[in-house]
């Protein structure tokens, strides 16, 4: 394994976080770049917001398959066996799945992420032969993997080149009787605006692709991977014309009407500091500020609307209040 100190990091993050030795050790080596490494190092590495945003999204990923898990499994047909992950990413909804019964399959665009999806299904005992690298836009890929019972797609959508032909894709793949899970990302919800779900940048959601682009390469020298946001309208309408019913379920992340009014607060001095910050050109802060601003009078608005008629609170809480959106599809 190393040094003590690294033993020592190992064992607290497998018993605060409730995952295997296996996925552990690749996790964090995969993380640290090295096989050990010091306690002072991960306090460091967690520093950074963007990272520490990144670190929680990772390891916590068991944690929200087995929550995920839970919650479709009511949906499930009586006979359901065989479950897919498209974009199965560090593989902790396929160990949720697999807890639930199911045989367990995935793939994913990122050869590392398959590295660590095949260390978390090893702790469970399973075959590392059930996730590949693969690509949802694939047609031949997805020639080869049969019908499958249950599908998740989680917070992949907002990565693909082709949302429509994806989401028809899945929709393939699903055995009649079959659910469809889809997890998007909300770039309305109030607490993205100050730090948005990938890379904790302030007002990057109000901007069109090739100027996210431009503005994420201010502060980072990698790829920008993030393509383009859709209302939730959008998700619903297109699973409606491919034959589904739509169920939304809440989402993990969602905000109360104070704790939202509070992080509508921390957005104006969020906004003074991006606006005198180094970094975006002028270019790029012009249009944030004035589509901010627009969107803080769309939120007040929205919610004193919300305060005054029952029927406006599910859009308000929709729009404003939740992180992302679960919409769970089955055939009408």
């Known amino acids: 394994m190393g040094s003590n100190s690294t033993q020592k990091i190992v064992n607290q993050i497998r018993e605060k976080y409730d995952i295997g030795s296996n996925f552990a050790v690749t996790f964090l080596e995969s993380w640290f770049g090295t096989k050990e490494f010091t306690e002072e190092q991960y306090i460091k590495s967690l520093q950074d917001p963007a990272s520490k945003t990144w670190f929680d999204f990772a390891i916590t990923t068991n944690e929200r398959g087995r929550l995920l898990a839970k919650s479709i499994k009511p949906f499930l047909h009586t006979k359901a066996s065989r479950f897919l992950d498209a974009g199965c990413g560090y593989g902790g909804f396929l160990i949720g799945f697999h807890e639930l019964g199911l045989d367990v399959f995935g793939f994913d665009l990122d050869p590392k992420l398959i590295s660590l999806s095949k260390a978390n299904l090893k702790d469970y005992n399973l075959p590392e032969d059930r996730v590949q690298i693969g690509d949802l836009l694939d047609v031949k ?16 959508l907002e990565h693909v080149s082709d949302v429509a032909t994806s989401m028809e894709h899945l929709a393939q793949l699903l055995s009649p009787h079959g659910v469809l899970t889809i997890q998007v990302p909300n770039k309305d919800y109030i607490g993205y605006i100050s730090h948005d779900g990938h890379y904790n940048l302030f007002g990057i959601i109000f901007l069109e692709h090739n100027q996210a682009k431009e503005y994420y390469r201010s502060f980072f020298h990698d790829k920008y991977d993030v393509g383009e946001y859709y209302e939730l309208k959008y998700y619903a309408g ?62 007040c608005v929205h919610g004193f609307t919300a305060l005054l008629f029952l029927s406006k609170k599910t859009y308000f809480k929709q729009k404003y209040l939740s992180g992302s959106w679960v919409i769970v599809a089955r055939e009408k």
């Open 238 to 299: 297109k699973l409606k014309s491919l034959g589904y019913n739509v169920t939304f379920l809440p989402a993990s992340l969602q905000k109360g009407r104070r704790e939202a009014m509070q992080l509508a607060i921390q957005t104006v001095p969020d906004f003074f500091n991006f606006i005198m910050q180094a970094g975006p050109p002028w270019r790029l802060k012009i249009p944030v500020a004035l589509r901010y601003g627009l969107y803080m009078l769309s939120f």
């Open 141 to 156: 890929l997805l020639a080869t993997l049969g019908k499958f019972d249950a599908i998740v797609c989680n917070d992949v």
